[in-house]
């Protein structure tokens, strides 16, 4: 079955600063990769996605990676602020089965 | 419009105990899926519904089983509980079964606690 391994599993910056956080999967019919965003007490909530036919997609300051061959994704967010804190999901998606990565903590500090 | 709901917000069970979870997917889904999620790591699939139809299910024991109603909304029953059922049980509605790239959106979740 699909494996999911992402990192770190913690990751503080300043206000301001960049955050990057990497997932590798191991299916490569996994053909969609969501992000999720998950504050305490709540479900996650979908904050962006790519397709495995596009390399790159971003929306203001969250963009995110693919690299097909390497089973790589990526998320990045720029001009990170204290709202930004949270609990961030990588995922991987084949047939009907969503795989989730373990998660990364971000703490913005302002 | 109302997102995915689920009932109840929390609750406290003992072991051997049977428990029933509720969702009602956002209005014009047909699609939900379950997911346990133990503290500290990610959602781990259970089920996956369409048109009252099992579609998918993950590697849970049988104690775990689900059904869809004509209205779309889902239950999800766990028997004989164990401690290592407590968990946020987290279920997500989508628009479609089939297709390749299905967005899913999440409910709350239930907290469940097993003594």
């Known amino acids: 079955g699909e494996n999911v391994e992402q990192h770190p599993s913690t990751l503080s910056v300043q206000e301001g600063d960049s955050a990057v956080i990497k997932c590798t999967y191991s299916?490569?019919?996994?053909?969609?990769f969501p992000w999720y965003k998950q504050e305490l007490g709540k479900g996650p909530q979908l904050i962006i996605d790519?397709?495995?036919?596009?390399g790159e997609k971003k929306d203001q300051r969250i963009a995110v990676t693919l690299n097909k061959t390497a089973k790589h994704f990526s998320l990045h967010i720029t001009e990170t602020q204290p709202e930004d804190s949270a609990v961030y999901f990588c995922?991987?998606?084949?047939?009907?089965?969503?795989?989730f990565g373990i998660g990364t903590k971000l703490q913005v500090i302002p | 419009d109302a997102g995915v709901t689920q009932s109840p917000t929390h609750l406290i069970k003992t072991r051997g105990q049977h428990v029933t979870l509720r969702c009602s997917p956002i209005s014009g889904h047909k699609s939900v899926s379950w997911y346990q999620q133990v503290l500290g790591q990610g959602p781990q699939f259970i089920f996956q519904?369409?048109?009252?139809?099992?579609?998918g299910r993950g590697n849970f024991p049988d104690r775990f089983s689900a059904r869809q109603f004509p209205n779309y909304s889902s239950e999800l029953n766990v028997n004989a509980l164990l401690l290592g059922d407590s968990a946020l049980y987290l279920c997500?509605?989508?628009?479609?079964?089939?297709?390749?790239?299905?967005?899913?959106?999440f409910g709350p979740g239930t907290r469940l606690t097993v003594l």
């Open positions: 299916d490569s019919a996994s053909n969609y």
């Open positions: 790519i397709r495995s036919n596009v």
């Open positions: 995922a991987a998606k084949g047939y009907q089965k969503v795989t």
């Open positions: 519904y369409y048109e009252k139809e099992e579609r």
């Open positions: 997500a509605s989508s628009p479609e079964g089939t297709a390749a790239y299905n967005e899913q959106f």
